[in-house]
């Protein structure tokens, strides 16, 4: 076990001291900041299996029985805030961040995609600040032992200039006397200004919808197709719709669980009362 103790500190240490020497380049370009980018969430992921190898080391693998595979980083992530676990207190943003972070880094390995500039900055510097916190706090470590103090201080000048931003997005909300703010799908920072269907920190443009299933507003990207969890069949080369039970084709974030249970509900009503219609038959 010290053998592994020693690689995944020091491996994420080591990823983490490369996003930084990428992201403290002047005049980073986009091949740049996806480094940085993929660094530093391999550097989280790492951080993320010590910290559960603390707790338990049968903790570090996706199944504790299993022990074959090791976690993947939301389920890590899941484990560590997980009160009967980890018992980490984050804050509420975070988890969010963190998956933003994660899929923008999954689709950075993945495929060529574009991404802007900005965007890839500000999810640096939300992966960045919340390393530091983690280091420091859940892994003990002290700044030295992660971090050279001059690039401390370049990066921090990039989170610092990011929260000057969102301090400066907040008092334009107040101040305009806006009601309806949503985290925004884009930056994932409350500064999503609903009646205008923009975010006023990162200026990310988004249609607000009805939702089919609930009524209430909702973001265009957080439409769901419920299509699948009604019941289709296969016929003559085509699906077609066998039981919609009364349900809408989609739902929103905040409805999709209530959907799934109505439709639930549903097919077991609906289940009961075609075995007592057979019964009947049988009399
Ligand atoms: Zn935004
Ligand atoms: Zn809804």
């Avoid at 020693?6 to 403290?24: G, H, M, P, T, W």
């Avoid at 719709?241 to 509900?265: H, N, P, R, Y």
Wanted: hydrophobic letters at 40%; glycine letters at 4%.
């Amino acid at each position: 076990m010290s053998k592994l103790k020693l690689d995944l500190i020091k491996n994420s240490i080591s990823y983490f001291r490369e996003a930084v020497a990428y992201a403290q380049r002047d005049g980073l370009d986009e091949t740049g900041w996806k480094f940085a980018i993929i660094n530093v969430v391999q550097a989280m992921e790492l951080a993320f299996k010590e910290k559960l190898r603390r707790i338990h080391p049968a903790l570090i693998y996706s199944s504790v029985d299993e022990r074959t595979d090791t976690v993947s980083l939301s389920k890590a992530l899941k484990r560590l805030v997980d009160p009967g676990i980890g018992g980490l207190v984050i804050a509420e943003k975070d988890p969010r961040k963190i998956e933003t972070a994660v899929k923008l880094r999954n689709e950075l390995t993945h495929f060529e995609c574009e991404h802007e500039h900005e965007h890839m900055e500000a999810k640096f510097a939300d992966i960045f600040s919340f390393m530091i916190f983690f280091y420091r706090e859940h892994l003990e470590l002290p700044a030295e032992e992660f971090i050279d103090y001059d690039a401390h201080q370049h990066i921090m000048g990039l989170v610092k200039a990011r929260a000057e931003l969102r301090t400066r997005a907040q008092s334009y909300i107040k101040a305009e006397g806006f009601i309806d703010i949503w985290i925004c799908s884009s930056c994932d920072e409350s500064t999503f200004v609903a009646q205008n269907g923009e975010c006023c920190l990162c200026h990310h443009k988004e249609a607000v919808l009805d939702c089919a299933s609930c009524g209430q507003e909702t973001l265009e990207s957080e439409v769901i197709d419920t299509s699948n969890f009604l019941d289709w069949d296969y016929n003559e080369g085509s699906m077609i719709l066998m039981e919609d039970f009364g349900m809408e084709m989609t739902a929103c974030q905040g409805c999709i669980e209530t959907f799934k249970s109505k439709v639930d509900e549903k097919r077991q009503a609906q289940y009961h009362e075609d075995m007592e219609r057979d019964a009947m038959a049988y009399r």
